[in-house]
């Protein structure tokens, strides 16, 4: 992974709202939420989200798609797991470790 966009999507995550928002796209899984639903359950105005969701995107952390009026976001679960393994692919002085054995994360509840 790029150090540049490694730096990029650890900005858009040192901020407590986007990094609400980050949690609860990727609990919501490849299905994402709408962005009215992200505002009501993270408890932010409208033009504030879209803020932080555009901050995400630029990290390409976060995907939006239009669904007929709706714009639904939902978590890059391939940029999430570049970004942890960029940050562990050093971890134990390259010797098999519990942070070496990442799950396969695409987002399905197992």
């Avoid at 730096?7 to 962005?35: C, N, Q, T, Y």
């Avoid at 009501?40 to 803020?51: A, D, E, I, K, T």
């Avoid at 679960?77 to 692919?89: H, K, P, R, S, V």
């Amino acid at each position: 992974m790029d150090s540049n966009l490694v730096v990029r999507a650890l900005g858009a995550l040192a901020h407590e709202s986007r990094l609400a928002i980050f949690r609860l796209l990727v609990v919501a899984g490849p299905d994402g939420m709408a962005a009215g639903e992200i505002a009501q359950q993270v408890g932010l105005s409208p033009s504030s989200l879209s803020f932080h969701l555009k901050d995400l995107s630029h990290a390409d952390l976060v995907k939006p798609r239009q669904d007929g009026r709706f714009v639904i976001y939902t978590a890059n679960f391939d940029a999430m797991t570049g970004l942890i393994g960029f940050l562990t692919e050093n971890c134990c002085s390259g010797a098999t470790c519990a942070a070496s054995n990442l799950a396969d994360c695409s987002g399905t509840i197992r």
